[in-house]
């Protein structure tokens, strides 16, 4: 193990939606969103996460929005690119396609449904982190999988598998990010927003973030302010985003309400796939007030 093998994710990663239109990917509409990213000088963006829609993309999607990415960001911002599964040779398979498309590392959540044992999520992820040698970022997110990956075996992932570097901690327990950065040297990045400041307070180096899909400045600001001893200017953004953060991830399922904010800002159609749906007026209502407090809207 080595100190600094995860910082390569330190920062702000932007997990980004999936533009559709008419029920297929928008290819034009995802190259302006990674150029307006590395307009924005984005840390890096993680194509194909939950915010991306992954469940529903095929697996041959997946493949090519992440190979896109990487043609389009053309070394400008770096790539987590989202090919996990609860198919372990799917996982494989994808990792592989993203290592061949550029990518700078994966993005692997936790088997979904599968409910694997602890000593099957080791397996799962060992097996993944063998078939290339990209690093690779485990997205522990139990409200989504059904099942949390144990500090333990994180531990264990980190000591035999020089490759898994970083972990998404999506739990929204500080204990069980504690106890990570207690037993590993994985780099701990905020899986939720909203706790980005609490969790960098424990040693987390960043977030793989939603709401940078429409604020990624103001997320790094935060991210860059805590890394560089500023916590009171740290605290300050912390307490602006919040509301965005909350009402981001909390009015409706994630992406809807991101893709909903996209959308009333000018930035894409806000188009899902089922069972992802458009909210109703009065959800569409609260992340345009949303949106109009942090000042990105006129009233």
């Known amino acids: 193990m080595t100190a600094t093998r995860g910082e390569l994710f330190a920062g702000v990663t932007v997990a980004i939606v999936t533009p559709f239109k008419n029920g297929e990917v928008d290819w034009d509409e995802l190259g302006k969103l990674v150029d307006w990213h590395c307009e924005q000088d984005t840390d890096a963006l993680a194509p194909c996460g939950t915010t991306g829609e992954s469940p529903t993309l095929t697996h041959d999607e997946n493949e090519r929005v992440v190979a896109f990415v990487c043609e389009r960001a053309r070394g400008r911002t770096k790539i987590m690119a989202g090919t996990g599964s609860n198919s372990t040779s799917e996982a494989v398979r994808m990792t592989r396609a993203a290592k ?4 700078n590392g994966t993005l692997q959540v936790g088997p979904y449904y599968n409910k694997p044992t602890q000593e099957g999520y ?3 992820f060992a097996t993944v982190a063998e078939a290339t040698d990209l690093p690779v970022v485990v997205y522990n997110i139990p409200g989504r999988t059904a099942s ?3 500090p333990e075996t994180l531990a264990r992932m980190a000591e035999k598998c020089p490759t898994v570097v970083a972990v998404k901690e999506a739990t929204g327990s500080l204990d069980q990010a504690s106890q990570i950065a207690a037993l590993s040297d994985l780099t701990i ?3 939720d927003d909203s706790l980005t400041l609490p969790l960098m307070s424990i040693g987390g180096k960043g977030v793989v973030s939603v709401v940078g899909n429409v604020v990624p400045r103001d997320m790094m600001a935060l991210v860059r302010a805590f890394a560089a001893g500023n916590f009171a200017g740290a605290l300050e953004w912390h307490r602006k985003l919040f509301p965005l953060c909350r009402d ?3 009015v409706a399922t994630n992406p809807i309400p991101v893709k909903t904010a996209m959308k009333l800002l000018g930035r894409g159609n806000g188009e899902m796939r089922l069972p ?3 909210m109703d007026d009065a959800g569409e209502a609260k992340v345009k007030q949303t949106l109009i407090n ?3 809207l006129k009233a």
């Open 276 to 278: 992802m749906c458009p």
């Open 148 to 150: 949390n990956i144990a």
């Open 100 to 103: 061949k498309a550029g990518a």
């Open 189 to 191: 990045l905020s899986g």
């Open 248 to 250: 981001m991830l909390g």
């Open 122 to 124: 080791f397996r799962h």
């Open 294 to 296: 942090y000042g990105l």
